[in-house]
């Protein structure tokens, strides 16, 4: 995922291009914002570390 994506993708709501065009089925961009405040909440903390083409990894 790109730079632009990792900046948005714990906003609630948000959905990426390609999730809302490229039929990966259906969502509402909750399930990352939830995850992040729960976490949070906690007092973990949830990162994203992605290369274009290559994966993502979340770490808590």
């Known amino acids: ?3 632009a994506t990792q900046r948005q993708i714990f ?7 390609q999730a809302r ?5 259906q969502g509402y961009g909750l399930g990352l ?3 992040q405040q729960i ?4 007092g ?3 990162t994203v570390d992605s290369t274009p ?8």
């Open 53 to 60: 083409g290559s994966g993502t990894t979340f770490t808590v």
């Open 44 to 46: 973990g903390k949830i």
């Open 1 to 3: 995922m790109d730079a």
């Open 21 to 25: 065009t490229g039929g990966l089925g």
């Open 39 to 42: 976490i949070t909440e906690h």
């Open 11 to 17: 906003q609630r709501f948000y959905r990426a291009d």
């Open 33 to 35: 914002a939830i995850a």
